[in-house]
């Protein structure tokens, strides 16, 4: 069977056993990439459960909602494990909020996109240098940009290293219901109707109705709008 046939077969495993298969396949080589959204609460309780020698990082870009710290020191308290944090290079975040400012990104989108580069594509590249895989948890559901997510596909804009969404078929209902009937730790964000969560200036509380997205970067049009993490080559 080759690899991509392998790939497919996954499509049907829940994300618990698609987890199983990562661990296996790749052991300390994979890791998942937590912004410590409620899917990623998920996904450590998940890893926590088959393996707490399993690897988390997350990028700090330095504006992050005090609220994202909360629960990261929550989940590390839980679960005892060793959260790996990568933040952007001093200078390159230096030389820009002197040129532009501290909110250029609320100036243009070309000035939002330097400022993703800089606080978080860059240092996802560093992060995923060594590691033959990614998790992520990425659904379909969340956006127009992520309808076509597979559970395991390759990553072409990441030297095509292996990218793992267990909870790809996950709705937001599964989330949350697997959150309260297992205790797991959430950002208190959540229960302010920020369903989706990225650095502070940049996200805000959505309305009745509207995207789970529609808080990030909320000055920008269209709705198609990533930072730059999961953009498909």
């Known amino acids: 069977m080759g690899q991509f046939e392998e790939f497919a077969d996954l499509e049907a495993k829940t994300a618990e056993e698609v987890l199983e298969w990562a661990l296996k396949t790749y052991g300390d080589r994979v890791a998942l990439a937590s912004s410590f959204g409620a899917e990623d609460v998920v996904l450590i309780d998940m890893l926590a459960r088959i393996d707490r020698g399993s690897r988390v990082f997350t990028l700090d870009t330095g ?15 839980k ?5 790996e944090i990568y933040y952007p290079d001093t200078k390159a975040v230096e030389d820009m909020v ?5 909110d250029l990104f609320y100036k243009s989108v070309e000035l939002r ?4 580069e800089i606080r978080k594509v860059e240092p996802l590249k560093r992060a995923l240098k060594e590691l ?15 309808t076509e997510v597979k ?9 095509s290293i292996v990218k793992i969404n267990p909870l ?5 209902e599964q989330v949350w219901t697997y959150i309260r009937e297992n205790g797991v730790p959430y950002n208190a964000l959540h229960d302010r109707n920020y369903p989706s969560i990225g650095c502070a200036p940049c996200t805000r509380a959505i309305k ?5 997205r529609a808080g990030r970067w909320w000055w920008e049009d269209p709705e198609h709008k990533e930072c730059g993490l999961h953009i498909k080559k």
């Open 98 to 102: 002197t040129h532009y400012g501290p």
């Open 168 to 172: 790809a078929d996950w709705s937001e």
């Open 113 to 116: 996109k330097l400022c993703c």
């Open 208 to 212: 009745p109705g509207q995207d789970l």
């Open 79 to 83: 679960y005892g494990l060793e959260i």
């Open 63 to 77: 504006r992050l909602p005090q609220e994202t710290c909360d629960v990261m020191e929550k989940i590390r308290d």
């Open 132 to 146: 033959s895989a990614w998790i992520t948890g990425l659904r379909r559901e969340q956006s127009v940009t992520r």
């Open 151 to 159: 559970k395991v596909e390759i990553d072409r804009s990441h030297n």
